[in-house]
Every structure is written in structure tokens, then in C-alpha cells.
């Protein structure tokens, strides 16, 4: 993550600022609502912490916000959402075993990228589990 700029980045290792919303929760449609959160990859899990809705909160250290949100990717997928899921650009569709579907978004091209690089290899490397 950030804080160790010289530490290789590994797959399961990611952190940043994205747009998420839930558009499915245990199977049922639930309505869209983005935020702003402060989003880190750690393992199988993918954890999301409200954030102030930019890259203050973080730069600063300690005082990050608990999980608010966790996810197991675990069985789950990714794709590229298609056109009718939402209007905006560079847009990831994250699907649980559990039945969550989730949109994640950011405005910039580079970052989710790799954030869907980071998720397609995470999923396929616990695929077995
Ligand atoms: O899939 P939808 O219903 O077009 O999603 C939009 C709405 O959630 C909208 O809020 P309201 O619930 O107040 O209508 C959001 O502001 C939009 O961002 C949602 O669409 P996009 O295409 O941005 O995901």
C-alpha cells in the first residue's frame, strides 16, 4: 500500500480511493448509492471504509475508518459492467458466492485497470478454495 512506496506491490496487496456502490445484496436488488470509499485488497477480502471523499484521509496515516463494508472474493467474479448497469465510464462489476453484486468505479483509466487486474487475479488465484 502507499505508506511503503518501496515494497513491491503484490496482487493481494492494493489500496486507493474508488466510487462503490451495491446494486445487489444477498440476491435482492437493493438501490444504487455511490460513495466515495477508501478501498483496500487484503488476501481474498476486499474492504471498503467511507471515506471523505478524496485522498486526504489516508495520506495522514492512522486515522483511518474501520471496514465499513467487506467482501470475500472467494468464488466470486469480475467484469467490465455493461452499458445498461450504469452510465458512467470505467465501470467494474463485482459479483459474491454470497449472492452481492457490486459497482466500482473510478474516473481514471490507469487505476481501474489495474484495480480490475488486481481483482481478476485474486479471484483466480483463490478460485480452489
Ligand atoms: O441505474 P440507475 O437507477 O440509473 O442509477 C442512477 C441512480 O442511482 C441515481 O440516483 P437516484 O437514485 O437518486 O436516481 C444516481 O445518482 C446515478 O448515479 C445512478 O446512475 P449511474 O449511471 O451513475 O450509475
Known sequence: CPSSPKLPSTPSEKCGVLNVTKITENG???????????????GS????????????????GSTQSKPEFTVDLRGGSVDWASRDKSSKKHVIELKTRQGTELLIQSEIDSVINDWFRALTETI??????
Open 28 to 42: 435482492k436488488k437493493v438501490r444504487k448509492n455511490w460513495t466515495s470509499s477508501w478501498t483496500v485488497l487484503q
Open 45 to 60: 477480502s476486499l474492504l471498503f471504509a467511507k471515506g471523505q471523499g478524496g485522498s486526504t484521509t489516508w495520506k495522514f
Open 124 to 129: 483466480n488465484t483463490h478460485s480452489d478454495e
